[in-house]
């Protein structure tokens, strides 16, 4: 395994629920983020954390909303979703921001927004 | 900002065969290329990076080669075995552009027995 976990693996939810997904890092990585994985489409960095503070968002809805209470977990709130949302939401940490370093990935959520 | 193509987006070949997958870049600032392993049901995985001061590099029957002035690299696989069947993403970055990494679009790569 990579030492990236990420709970829940599945999650269903109506467009008015409220969510959360999970990620924890055990690597002692400083920076964490959050991708979205769309069907036969690049992998799209969403937020970026280092040092648990924000350094990035790449122009995302406010219905996702990250929180990285330490620099081992990260979670990625999520509320009034559209269908368009559903997607495997991958967590990553590496050891640095910078992005020569290698990025180790969680196994993913595979989200359906019905 | 930094564009990456990548073809084909799904190969088929027969087991003991090379495989060659392709992606092209649009910014000349680009200095490392590292290649990603996405096996089903896992998240993507580091196989292989490439910087800009070396044209090749090998690892056993994986290795990647660059050409700077044409903006493409390419990953080559030989003697194909079926646990290479998975999707592939390469990537593009520099070393100013901070946390961001361009990802292309992926090949599936199927191994025929």
């Known amino acids: 395994e990579t030492g990236v976990t990420q709970t829940p693996r599945h999650l269903v939810m109506g467009m008015t629920n409220k969510k959360s997904l999970k990620c924890e890092q055990h690597?002692?990585?400083?920076?964490m983020y959050w991708y979205k994985q769309s069907a036969k489409k690049p992998l799209e960095l969403m937020f970026v954390?280092?040092?648990?503070?924000?350094?990035e968002n790449n122009s995302v809805p406010s219905r996702f909303s990250p929180e990285c209470p330490n620099s081992s977990h990260l979670f990625l709130h999520l509320h009034t979703l559209q269908p368009e949302d559903s997607a495997l939401y991958l967590c990553?940490?590496?050891?640095?921001?910078?992005?020569?370093?290698?990025?180790?990935f969680g196994p993913g959520t595979r989200l359906t927004v019905t | 900002g930094e564009n990456v193509e990548q073809h084909p987006s799904t190969l088929s070949v027969q087991e003991g065969d090379s495989a060659v997958i392709k992606c092209t870049y649009s910014?000349?600032?680009?200095?490392?290329f590292p290649w990603y392993k996405q096996e089903l049901g896992k998240g993507p995985q580091l196989i292989i990076d490439?910087?800009?001061?070396?044209g090749e590099k090998k690892d056993q029957r994986i290795a990647v080669t660059l050409n700077k002035t044409a903006k493409h690299f390419s990953l080559h696989i030989t003697e194909t075995q079926p646990e290479d069947s998975a999707v592939y993403f390469c990537?593009?970055?520099?070393?100013?552009?901070?946390?961001?990494?361009?990802f292309g679009s992926g090949t599936r790569l199927s191994i025929r027995p």
């Open positions: 690597l002692g990585h400083n920076a």
């Open positions: 990553a940490s590496s050891q640095d921001r910078q992005a020569t370093y290698e990025q180790y």
């Open positions: 490439i910087r800009s001061n070396v």
């Open positions: 990537a593009a970055s520099s070393y100013s552009s901070a946390s961001k990494i361009i």
């Open positions: 954390y280092s040092l648990e503070e924000r350094v």
């Open positions: 910014d000349s600032a680009s200095n490392y």
